[in-house]
């Protein structure tokens, strides 16, 4: 049976997988903020024109 070799991490390694994970995580985090706010400015339109088009209005 032969055994397949392990391969060590450095402790430079480690944290370049650290930081990797934590750019990754920012990075959705903002992705997140971006879609919140795309929803926000969505919403406040459609209402916007809603209310300024509106029939009431008209008159």
């Not at 903002?30 to 969505?42: G, K």
Request: proline letters at 3%.
């Amino acid at each position: 049976m032969m055994e397949t070799p392990h391969e060590t991490v450095t402790s430079e390694q480690t944290s370049a997988m650290g930081l990797e994970a934590e750019a990754d995580l920012t990075s959705l985090q903002i992705q997140a903020v971006t879609d919140v706010l795309n929803h926000v400015i969505a919403t406040t339109t459609a209402l916007f024109l809603k209310r300024r088009f509106s029939p009431s209005y008209l008159i």
